[in-house]
């Protein structure tokens, strides 16, 4: 990386590689405000670094390790196929254009958080900036149905789209409260307790049984490396049940309502269309739409106009009316598949699985060290997200909060390969950060 020197100039070191930085981590740790807060950001980031290239010829490349490198070759593929293989099938230029901008931005927010998340210094003021800011919105968002504050970006007056959310800060919040926090008590157990209180607010037992896989995980490697103890457990569980007993009280026990629901759908086992809340007739409806064309996929943009028009054929296969058009499958693999056909599908599943294996891989050295554990944290990210995708599409939710999630994902493939790289490597920050 080509840095500029220092010339005496008052801003000298606020070059364009730190600007690109502090824009993009400021556009993902704000992006729950609604779609415009990254997309600014990114232009920013962007823009300052094909800046960088021209006046200084700044590197825009990524250097990664062999394991990331094959993630990334197979992304690519997956970002080549589900881009035109359909193309011969859509409507027009500005379909196409709609549904291939999905995976087009899923790649961009890799890249740029490869590009420029890449030593532990701007990893840690990453992680700091999601959760000073996330901590504090989260309130807003899941107190809405019983009061008003701020109500920015209404796609999270939606439960499912809250419970998106609170799974993807989830681990970000704890690892920071155990790790960035130890020493500081009441930091530490308001991070973790109002996470826990997000999930539950949420009332979605999709996002409940993603919760509870995430928090087995933290608790088993946060005890192992000795940050969390046994009655941290037991305080925060029952500081946390009293505190939502005590919000019970105060919105007049419309949660309790909401509570009882979900609990009633999980435990309903014997009946498969409460306990799917009736989505099994449109993952039903995806597969049998997914066969038109399996192999080149149909499209990112064109499930709401496929199904409106194929409902006529899936009489028998639905078994509830409908009152409006299915928009996409809920369910991220399901609609890969749709959209990009079977080939999509397996460089997608390929790079997940791969990623979720180089996390796991820097787990054991991650937990034991004092820096905060960022194999953790996309560890549990990566298995969140292969849970939640069965009932749930983070894709869908590209326009805002996936966001965190891409930057979570590049965030884990530009950290050194100790196998390759020696901890030296890592540790020597970019000089214009300082």
Sequence with gaps: MNSIPETGRPFALLNYETFAFWAYTAGVATTA??????YIGWTFALASLIYGKLRYNASLSVKLGSGSKRIMIFLVLFLIWSMFAHIPYVDSFYVWGKGASIPLEFLTGLYLAMRLINNSERRNIFGLAVVAINVVFCFDVMFRPYFFVLGWNSSLDNGNAVALYSVLTMPIFFCYAFW?????ILIKYILSMTSVLFIIFSFSSGGWITAIAEMGIFTFYAVVSGKVRFKSIILLTLTTVLVFYALISVFDNGPFESFKRELNQIMSVNDVDVLTN??????????YMTQQHPFAGSGWATFEKTFTQQKGNMTGILHQQWAEP???PHNMFLSILYAGGLPSLLF?????????????????RAVVSNNIPWHLICFILL????????????FAARRDIAVIFWACWGLLLAIPNHAELSDKEDNIEDPALC
């Design 348 to 364: 997608f599943v390929a790079a997940f699985v791969l990623s979720i294996k180089t996390a796991w891989l820097g787990l054991k």
């Design 180 to 184: 960035y926090y130890k020493n500081n």
């Design 383 to 394: 298995v969140s997200q292969a849970i939640y995708g069965t009932n749930g599409d983070v």
């Design 33 to 38: 405000f609604g779609p415009i807060a990254h």
């Design 278 to 287: 009736h989505r099994i007739d449109t993952w039903r409806a995806s597969i």
């Design 326 to 328: 299915i928009p996409h």
